[in-house]
């Protein structure tokens, strides 16, 4: 994916079922689920978010989710998923020279907020 110029702002909707993120430039988001797949006929690999495309067999696929209920339950699954997003294979994001926006529900518990 082609990186935005002049920006220096990634904005990150971190959803329970897909995620929307990319460089405030642009004039819309990449969207990618929130999810890590595994297809019964390749055990050995796991499909993290938009890599579900690569996927040869979807007629037995396991979904991992790192969302319940609308709430983050399973911190490995949805880190994982960041470190695609952030990585060489997705965005290839350099962190220390860049403001991320980040985005939460309106009404979200202040114990969430502060976790």
Same mark, same amino acid.
């Given at each position: 994916? #082609?990186?935005? %110029? ?13 995620? &929307?993120?990319?460089?405030?430039s642009?004039?819309?988001p990449? =969207?990618? #689920? @929130?999810? !890590? =797949? ?6 050995r ?5 938009d890599? !579900?495309?690569?996927?040869?067999e ?8 790192p969302?319940?209920?609308g709430y983050? =339950? @399973?911190?490995?699954?949805q ?12 965005f290839?994001? &350099?962190?220390d %020279?860049?403001n991320? =926006?980040?985005? %939460? #529900?309106?009404? @979200?518990?202040?114990s969430?907020?502060?976790g």
């Amino acid at each position: 994916m #082609p990186v935005a %110029e002049n920006s220096d702002t990634f904005i990150l909707d971190n959803g329970g079922y897909s995620i &929307k993120a990319g460089y405030a430039s642009q004039s819309s988001p990449r =969207v990618i #689920p @929130n999810c !890590i =797949v595994k297809a019964k006929a390749e055990k050995r690999r796991a499909f993290i978010g938009d890599q !579900i495309e690569d996927c040869r067999e979807l007629s037995s696929l396991f979904y991992m989710l790192p969302f319940q209920k609308g709430y983050l =339950v @399973n911190w490995d699954h949805q880190k994982t998923l960041w470190d695609y997003l952030f990585g060489k294979q997705s965005f290839h994001l &350099k962190c220390d %020279e860049l403001n991320l =926006v980040f985005t %939460e #529900p309106y009404f @979200n518990f202040s114990s969430i907020q502060e976790g």
